[in-house]
């Protein structure tokens, strides 16, 4: 029986999220299909681009959240845990 591989399979493989038999059936399945190796190098590329993605919140929001957590003790009273 022959296996067909998806979009979504090419993209577990990118991930490492694939069994290494899996590995060997998907690489076999994009050296001949053109667009699945296309799909392929191109989520490569979408992976490098978003691990080079930094965020940080806003000064005003890191203030705010200290602010609230301010108004809570560390450790909640019993009567609390348990609601």
């Known amino acids: 029986m022959i296996k067909t ?6 993209i577990r493989y ?4 694939t069994s290494p038999e899996e590995n060997l ?5 994009m050296m001949s299909e053109p667009e ?3 799909f392929f190098l191109e989520a ?5 681009l978003m691990n ?10 890191v203030q705010s959240i200290l602010n609230y957590s301010k108004n809570y003790p560390a450790s909640p ?3 609390l845990r348990h609601t």
């Open 36 to 38: 699945l190796m296309t």
């Open 25 to 29: 059936l998907i690489e076999d399945a």
């Open 77 to 79: 009273p019993a009567r």
């Open 52 to 61: 080079k993605i930094e965020r940080q919140p806003r000064e005003n929001t």
């Open 5 to 10: 591989f998806t979009q979504d399979d090419v």
């Open 14 to 17: 990118v991930y490492e999220e």
């Open 44 to 48: 490569l590329e979408l992976r490098a």
